[in-house]
């Protein structure tokens, strides 16, 4: 058959942004409208077929977003060759706390890592802060991947890990 590639990637962002509930959407069509935050970290396999007809196996590690677990999550980075970094698009300021889980990321991860950036809660329209352009630009000056996402509705969000898999495979 097919040969077999293995990925780990991680989850990462401020709490609530939703980084749980794309992962439980991807990896088992799962979504949960409760809040209940990740403690510590939790870690997913999916096995999945890439554009180019492979067969990845990923390892998918979701941090907690929570401050007091920050030295924990951080200490998954070392050697990573990919990240899942998301923010909500209804909450300007996990746009900001995007940019530092970046930069923490990139002190320890792999050189060529890849990241690509989720704004996730797309499907809340209304209460929207950050405009899709926003996350454009950010993502054209870090050099990441980029999509806008809905955990809730299933949109975007097989696509954005399948981007990020099918990138770090390239590599
Ligand atoms: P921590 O584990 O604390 O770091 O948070 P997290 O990033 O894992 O967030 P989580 O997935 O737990 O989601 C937080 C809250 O946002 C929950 O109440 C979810 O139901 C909600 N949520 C997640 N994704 C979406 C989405 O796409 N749309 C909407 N409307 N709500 C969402
Ligand atoms: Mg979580």
Redesign the pocket.
Request: contains cysteine.
């Given at each position: 058959g097919s040969p077999h590639i293995m990925v780990r990637i991680i989850m990462i962002?401020?709490?609530?942004?939703?980084?749980?509930?794309?992962l439980t959407r991807f990896a088992r069509d799962e979504?949960?409208?409760?809040?209940?935050?990740?403690l510590g970290m939790e870690m997913t396999t999916k096995t999945i077929t890439l554009p180019t007809g492979e067969i990845c196996q990923s390892q998918i590690w979701?941090?907690?977003?929570?401050e007091r677990f920050k030295s924990l999550a951080i200490s998954y980075f070392r050697g990573a060759k990919g990240a899942v970094l998301?923010y909500d698009v209804t909450n300007r300021h996990s746009l900001e706390s995007a940019r530092e889980w970046l930069a923490e990321f990139r002190k320890y991860a792999d050189v060529d890592a890849v990241v690509i950036l989720v704004g996730?809660?797309?499907?809340?329209t209304s209460n929207r802060e950050v405009e899709t352009r926003e996350g454009v630009e950010f993502a054209k000056q870090e050099k990441l991947l980029f999509i806008e996402?809905?955990?809730?509705?299933s949109i975007n969000v097989e696509q954005a890990f399948i981007e990020v898999l099918g990138r770090i495979t390239d590599n």
């Open positions: 962002g401020e709490s609530g942004v939703g980084k749980s509930n794309l979504f949960h409208i409760d809040n209940k935050s990740t979701d941090t907690a977003g929570q998301v996730n809660k797309c499907d809340l996402a809905s955990a809730k509705d």
